[in-house]
């Protein structure tokens, strides 16, 4: 069954590099996201990255995709407090279907 | 550009009680979808809606009903309320055009509390 399997914390000092790993079980999935989820808020679009792409590079945001193993990774480069968040990978199995969730990463950062 | 607004931003019920929220999409966006998130959890899909029917449907019991209108924006019911059902409830606003990507937009929420 489709299933998204996220590790549940993360904490990483200040100016260093945060890597959140993901791994997903249906390899039809199209397209991967990249949600993050603040204390009381909704989820914020962070990035996604379409299935034929192994990597997607947005400011301090790199996405990698390693299809055959079915991982999904995103590194947020110098770390800074204000994304201390709960980080979501979700995949898609095609456009206009459901979005399927892992449980979500917390990422603590401190200073 | 407004993005995905959502109305209430919470509120109170009682069990066996009923709700309607409300959600409008992102300019220019004409599939909404709603999603329920437990406490702890990662959403859940309840239901998706396009040219003003449900396409698609989670694991979701009947109780849960929703409706959208000409202009796409769009409401979920819920009927007979459970303490179980207390959640955040995020819509999400996308194009059906597949030629449009895969932007996917979700809204502040409305944060549902059952006594």
């Known amino acids: 069954g489709e299933d998204v399997e996220q590790s549940l914390f993360l904490s990483v000092r200040e100016g260093d590099s945060s890597v959140i790993n993901c791994t997903y079980t249906?390899?039809?999935?199209?397209?991967l996201y990249w949600y993050k989820q603040e204390p009381g808020a909704g989820l914020q679009l962070l990035t996604y990255?379409?299935?034929?792409?192994d990597m997607k590079q947005d400011q301090r945001l790199t996405v990698l995709l390693n299809k055959k193993d079915k991982h999904l990774s995103l590194r947020i480069a110098d770390t800074q407090t204000g994304d201390s968040a709960i980080y979501f990978c979700?995949?898609?199995?095609?456009?206009?279907?459901?979005?399927?969730f892992g449980k979500g990463t917390t990422l603590s950062v401190s200073s | 550009d407004a993005g995905v607004t959502q109305s209430p931003t919470h509120l109170i019920k009682t069990r066996g009680q009923q709700v309607t929220l409300r959600c409008s999409p992102k300019?220019?966006?004409?599939?909404v979808s709603w999603y329920q998130q437990a406490l702890g959890q990662g959403p859940q899909f309840i239901f998706q809606?396009?040219?003003?029917?449900?396409?698609q449907r989670g694991n979701f019991p009947d109780r849960f009903s929703g409706h959208q209108f000409p202009n796409y924006s769009s409401e979920l019911n819920v009927n007979a309320l459970l303490l179980g059902d207390s959640a955040l409830y995020l819509c999400?606003?996308?194009?059906?055009?597949?030629?449009?990507?895969?932007?996917?937009?979700f809204g502040e929420g409305s944060r549902l509390t059952v006594l």
């Open positions: 999400a606003s996308s194009l059906a055009n597949r030629g449009s990507g895969g932007e996917l937009f």
């Open positions: 249906d390899s039809s999935s199209t397209y």
């Open positions: 990255i379409f299935s034929n792409m």
């Open positions: 979700a995949e898609i199995y095609q456009a206009g279907t459901a979005l399927i």
């Open positions: 300019s220019g966006h004409d599939t």
């Open positions: 809606y396009y040219e003003e029917e449900e396409r």
